[in-house]
């Protein structure tokens, strides 16, 4: 199918911040299960942005402002062409070896709970297990929006039993790496079945490697594997790695922040569908 | 234990060795409370001159003197030309496998070291993965820490090769040591140490990114004057000519590093950061870190700026990796290690783990991640309970831990009160790279440990140091 995002982040100082620089993990990248088409990025302030690739395989933007602002939306918006894969991810150069995957970070370390959680699992071939993983976290985590904080720790979100998708996903990541499986964060978008298209926040899944497949996608906080609903656009090691923007202000001083985030699928007849070769 | 190689008396035929034959009459011949006197001079200057050292864990002072002892380290040239050869041998492997290791991986995928235990390594930098640093340099500046248990029995301890500290006290010990005793330096040929700072102003020119032109700009990068090497950061930019500054003095714009001059913002082309990977850039590693620079892997990543040393190579000097290092120095340079490694099991293998537990009260036992001598286990002088103690910890976490045999140190002739008495030291040499070659400042960082029989010679630990002279022929 073909999924329609369009996401603001507005960002609003205190006072007149000096200058601005911005890590932006925005932009998506094609693979089998998505096509990006006209991808675009605006600022509503001047500013300098220069794209690269980081060692995760993400398209970073730097972002620095040319003048002083009291404020700054960085809007992205285009268009995705989805398949659904299973959740098998294909397609993708990958400059890290799995075992990277394997790396706790302050965010993923597991505790004593966690690592029972892990061992509750049971025996199995790791795709299996996953599965199991999943399921246990999507029926023990209750998802509860103000719950926890972008900081919170899988520990400490598991502790409480509630969470954000961020949460379920660490979590996930957390629980995997105990059971030897590779793991890692995954931000994204989501385009909701229950035809909510204005949304609060951009979505966030893990991945597991499992040896024969590669990389597979695990949405614990949906008790799913992504499907065509789902654009990947940027992973690492946490949720920290994977963070749609990481930025610091000059002189702004206390910042707030506002999303705007609208995902929807395309209209389109089944004759294009098929000229693209997604029908 | 047996008797330690004494530097002056060797193995303990009597005789003296030729490098301290003159020392050795001259002490003979000195007034009985002569040395006494210059040590406290030497105290007293250094004091004045604010030569400090904070030491961790230590609440009655914030910052101490490292005692200083006036009797030199000698080293003879051939004995140096040996070392010297070692060194440069072992940093350009050094180089070499982090080349690899942040590149194609051929040592690991031809089993020289195992995949997980870099690839899940704290210290290996997935941001790293497929970038190569100005010049392929990635190791500027190494302080591998060597000791000796015979006439030709040189080991090397640790290779640091993160941000290394001492070499203000290599320095300044020569300094003093000048001005102490002119005497005794009219009777010797002792190799100049001060040609470091140039060598290494050098070294860092020729590290700089393309596009930096003929006279790159250069600054030291300290976390602040809260960091125990502070005094060092202060002395090496005032040496090197170059600016001192802290996160706060630079900012990154349009992938470019500038620093903030009252004349405006001034392009800053290699960064000699005193700083640790984790707090260098707080959008992309540590997010609460207030001492680094945001943006800066940017810079890095776009081939703007040199970082001294490179962000990721604290994976060599891990010291779980550090057994391997024979293997990798013959995987990359086709010869034999020159310098050897101390024995080491490693606790991560059951088999090593089993032997090491049995034997704990002989064994010098290291966290793997650990440096300046904390968090060790000394066997033979642990008391029964801190041995137990620390074997809970090394079953609770294998990985964390290797194990060494008790190395017997060499000891050097050192003031004790009025009289000279053995003490044991290690020595911290000080190798610079860069895209001219490696090349190694001849002296380095005696440590002693002052205490009688005590084998920590860390400045953290109670050590002391020595000025170190490698003798010309």
């Known amino acids: 199918m073909r999924i329609r995002i369009d996401h603001s982040t507005r960002y609003g100082y205190a006072r007149p911040a000096r200058f601005i620089v911005q890590m932006l993990r925005l932009t998506p990248r094609s693979c089998e299960s998505q096509q990006v088409g006209d991808w675009r990025i605006e600022t509503d302030v001047d500013a300098r942005l220069r794209r690269s690739e980081?060692?995760?395989?993400?398209?970073?933007?730097?972002?620095?402002?040319?003048?002083?602002?009291?404020?700054?939306?960085?809007?992205?918006?285009?268009?995705?062409?989805?398949?659904?894969?299973?959740?098998?991810?294909?397609?993708?150069?990958?400059?890290?070896?799995?075992?990277?995957?394997?790396?706790d970070t302050a965010l993923t370390r597991a505790d004593a709970a966690i690592l029972d959680f892990a061992q509750a699992i049971g025996q199995g071939d790791p795709l299996d297990r996953m599965h199991r993983l999943m399921g246990a976290l999507h029926r023990d985590v209750a998802f509860e929006v103000g719950s926890t904080s972008a900081t919170h720790t899988a520990a400490e979100a598991f502790a409480q039993r509630r969470g954000v998708c961020q949460d379920h996903a660490q979590i996930f990541i957390s629980a995997a790496h105990r059971l030897g499986v590779p793991a890692r964060y995954v931000s994204g978008h989501l385009n909701r079945s229950d035809g909510q298209h204005d949304q609060d926040a951009a979505h966030a899944w893990a991945e597991a490697w499992i040896e024969g497949l590669g990389w597979v996608g695990f949405d614990p906080a949906n008790g799913i594997c992504p499907t065509d609903q789902y654009v990947r656009v940027a992973v690492g090691l946490d949720a920290l790695g994977a963070t749609p923007i990481r930025g610091t202000s000059y002189g702004g001083g206390q910042e707030s922040l506002t999303v705007a985030l609208h995902v929807r699928p395309v209209q389109q007849s089944q004759q294009q569908l098929q000229s693209r070769g997604w029908g | 234990?047996?008797?330690?190689?004494?530097?002056?008396?060797?193995?303990?035929?009597?005789?003296?060795?030729?490098?301290?034959?003159?020392?050795?009459?001259?002490?003979?011949?000195?007034?009985?409370?002569?040395?006494?006197?210059?040590?406290?001079?030497?105290?007293?200057?250094?004091?004045?001159?604010?030569?400090?050292?904070?030491?961790?864990?230590?609440?009655?002072?914030?910052?101490?003197?490292?005692?200083?002892?006036?009797?030199?380290?000698?080293?003879?040239?051939?004995?140096w030309s040996g070392l010297e050869a070692g060194l440069k041998q072992r940093v350009s492997a050094i180089n070499a496998f982090l080349k690899d290791i942040y590149g194609p991986q051929e040592c690991i995928k031809a089993g020289v070291v195992p995949a997980d235990l870099i690839l899940t390594n704290p210290h290996y930098r997935p941001e790293m993965q497929g970038r190569r640093p100005?010049?392929?340099?990635?190791?500027?500046?190494?302080?591998?820490?060597?000791?000796?248990?015979?006439?030709?029995?040189?080991?090397?301890?640790?290779?640091?090769?993160?941000?290394?500290?001492?070499v203000s006290y290599m320095l300044e010990n020569r300094e003093m040591m000048m001005r102490l005793f002119p005497d005794l330096f009219a009777?010797?040929?002792?190799?100049?140490?001060?040609?470091?700072?140039?060598?290494?102003?050098?070294?860092?020119?020729?590290?700089?990114?393309?596009?930096?032109?003929?006279?790159?700009?250069?600054?030291?990068?300290?976390?602040?004057?809260?960091?125990?090497?502070?005094?060092?950061?202060?002395?090496?930019?005032?040496?090197?000519?170059?600016?001192?500054?802290?996160?706060?003095?630079?900012?990154?714009?349009?992938?470019?590093?500038?620093?903030?001059?009252?004349?405006?913002?001034?392009r800053v082309d290699v960064i000699y950061r005193?700083?640790?990977?984790?707090?260098?850039?707080?959008?992309?590693?540590?997010?609460?870190?207030?001492?680094?620079?945001?943006?800066?892997?940017?810079?890095?990543?776009?081939?703007?700026?040199?970082?001294?040393?490179?962000v990721g190579t604290g994976v060599a000097d891990d010291k779980a990796v550090y057994t391997y290092m024979p293997q990798i120095i013959r995987f990359f340079t086709g010869e034999d290690a020159i310098l050897q490694n101390v024995p080491t099991w490693r606790c991560r293998e059951p088999e090593a783990l089993k032997e090491v537990?049995?034997?704990?009260?002989?064994?010098?036992?290291?966290?793997?991640?650990?440096?300046?001598?904390?968090?060790?286990?000394?066997?033979?002088?642990?008391?029964?309970?801190?041995?137990?103690?620390?074997?809970?910890?090394?079953?609770?976490?294998?990985?964390?831990?290797?194990?060494?045999?008790?190395?017997?140190?060499?000891?050097?002739?050192?003031?004790?009160?009025?009289?000279?008495?053995?003490?044991?030291?290690?020595?911290?040499?000080?190798?610079?790279?860069?895209?001219?070659g490696v090349r190694v400042a001849p002296g380095g960082l005696t440590r002693v440990a002052l205490k009688e029989g005590s084998l920590v010679v860390n400045s953290s630990q109670g050590g002391g140091t020595k000025d170190t002279w490698v003798l010309d022929n």
């Open chain 1, 54 to 103: 980081d060692a995760f395989g993400n398209i970073v933007h730097s972002l620095y402002t040319e003048r002083p602002t009291d404020s700054l939306t960085i809007r992205v918006m285009g268009e995705v062409s989805t398949v659904d894969t299973g959740g098998v991810i294909r397609g993708q150069s990958e400059r890290l070896s799995p075992l990277v995957f394997l790396r």
């Open chain 2, 1 to 79: 234990m047996t008797k330690a190689f004494d530097e002056m008396n060797g193995g303990g035929s009597g005789s003296i060795r030729d490098s301290y034959k003159t020392l050795a009459a001259w002490l003979q011949n000195a007034p009985p409370d002569l040395l006494q006197a210059r040590s406290r001079q030497a105290e007293l200057f250094f004091r004045r001159m604010g030569v400090t050292f904070a030491v961790y864990g230590d609440e009655e002072s914030n910052e101490r003197l490292i005692p200083f002892d006036v009797v030199p380290r000698i080293i003879g040239a051939d004995e």
């Open chain 2, 134 to 166: 100005p010049g392929d340099v990635w190791c500027h500046i190494a302080g591998v820490d060597l000791v000796r248990t015979g006439e030709d029995g040189f080991y090397v301890l640790e290779d640091n090769v993160r941000t290394p500290s001492g």
């Open chain 2, 187 to 266: 009777e010797h040929s002792v190799r100049p140490v001060e040609i470091y700072t140039d060598m290494l102003l050098r070294s860092l020119q020729a590290s700089a990114p393309d596009g930096a032109g003929e006279d790159p700009t250069i600054v030291v990068l300290t976390p602040g004057p809260f960091n125990s090497a502070y005094y060092e950061h202060s002395f090496l930019a005032d040496k090197l000519g170059v600016e001192l500054v802290e996160g706060g003095d630079l900012f990154v714009n349009d992938d470019t590093v500038f620093m903030r001059t009252t004349e405006g913002p001034k």
């Open chain 2, 274 to 310: 005193r700083i640790d990977d984790d707090f260098i850039d707080p959008l992309t590693f540590m997010p609460n870190s207030a001492v680094g620079v945001p943006g800066l892997m940017s810079a890095y990543h776009a081939g703007r700026v040199t970082l001294a040393n490179a």
């Open chain 2, 357 to 436: 537990l049995g034997k704990l009260d002989q064994l010098v036992v290291k966290e793997v991640g650990g440096s300046g001598g904390y968090g060790m286990l000394v066997g033979p002088a642990a008391t029964k309970a801190e041995i137990e103690a620390f074997r809970a910890k090394l079953i609770a976490d294998p990985d964390d831990f290797i194990a060494q045999p008790t190395l017997s140190l060499s000891t050097a002739p050192t003031l004790n009160g009025g009289d000279l008495s053995p003490r044991h030291v290690d020595l911290r040499p000080f190798v610079l790279s860069s895209p001219a």
